[in-house]
């Protein structure tokens, strides 16, 4: 049983009670709440000008939305490259509770990561950034598109330790931008991306900030950068607005990109364990504060237990 501080307990419990009872509350070991959330230079801000006080009521913030929100695995994206700091947020803002991967590739301040609560996932086998050696050649890791400052997906796989249910999740940050030369980069990462999803076998996650919308034409005048992936037969996007989430849904805060980029989806496989809140898939957790982040999270419910819940 997780502890959260009883005030945003009451008050989640009893929203989240009637949007997904089957789950009993954000303290069940019966749903995993995954999330993707872009943490805008976690922890230190861009260059590192945040203040001290600015980084702690940054780190303070954060946690709260995660401990209150009961959010368990997470796909984290614009993440500090040194370990160390990730090792002391855990530890002293998250109460060791969780644990967490981080990749190597692009920007010092700007790699992505998964946190997930240890009580109930663990991780199996080997965390790998995909590269063209362990994605069949799918993820071209050595062109423009991957190198320099862009950012590998990040494939991590995990076991719900109750039920043994084990899924991968793949987190990603791809290219931000609408000029011609971002949506180019951005379509062949997406290219890339679904050419390897197609040929892989068993359920998957697909969480991060796509820096795009959904559906069809997105910031791209005249161009889906993300249709690849929505043309995957074994994909369910979670996060189309009117959809699977309210149509006035926002993740990214600032304009002139103010809608939804960041982007959750499952398989086939795992479309049916995922829980309806209300009449919609997924939710938006709304801050509008700007001093913990430009986007917020957007999270779903994973049924772990095998009896229907709908």
């Not at 820096?211 to 037969?233: F, H, Q, S, Y």
């Not at 982007?263 to 049916?272: I, K, R």
Request: with cysteine.
């Amino acid at each position: 049983m997780r502890y959260v501080s009883w005030l945003p307990a009451v008050i989640l419990l009893f929203s989240c009670s009637t949007k997904a009872p089957q789950c009993r509350g954000v303290q069940s070991n019966r749903c995993l709440q995954v999330a993707t959330f872009n943490l805008e230079f976690f922890p230190d801000g861009r260059e590192g000008r945040l203040s001290q006080r600015a980084r702690e009521y940054k780190k303070n913030r954060i946690a709260d939305l995660i401990q209150s929100n009961g959010l368990d695995v997470i796909a984290l994206q614009e993440i500090d490259g040194a370990p160390e700091k990730m090792i002391a947020f855990v530890r002293d803002f998250l109460w060791g509770e969780f644990d967490f991967v981080l990749a190597q590739s692009g920007p010092d301040d700007q790699k992505v990561a998964v946190l997930f609560r240890k009580s109930l996932v663990e991780q199996v086998g080997e965390p790998r950034e995909l590269t063209a050696q362990n994605s069949g050649g799918a993820i071209r890791s050595q062109k423009p598109h991957w190198s320099g400052r862009n950012r590998l997906p990040l494939e991590v796989t995990l076991r719900a330790r109750t039920t043994g249910l084990e899924f991968r999740l793949v987190a990603l940050h791809l290219k931000s931008g609408a000029k011609p030369a971002d949506c180019d980069t951005r379509a062949e990462q997406v290219a890339d991306l679904a050419g390897y999803l197609k040929n892989i076998s068993g359920s998957y996650i697909l969480a991060g900030d796509f820096n795009d919308k959904l559906p069809g034409n997105g910031i791209c005048v005249g161009r889906d950068t993300l249709l690849p992936l929505e043309n995957l037969a074994t994909l369910k996007f979670l996060t189309e607005p009117g959809k699977g989430i309210p149509q006035n849904s926002v993740t990214f805060i600032l304009e002139p990109y103010r809608s939804v980029i960041d982007h959750l989806a499952v398989t086939e496989s795992l479309y049916p364990r995922v829980v309806r809140l209300g009449q919609w898939q997924a939710e938006v957790l709304a801050h509008e504060n700007e001093r913990i982040s430009d986007h917020h999270p957007v999270v779903f419910w994973l049924r772990l237990v095998d009896e229907p819940v709908n």
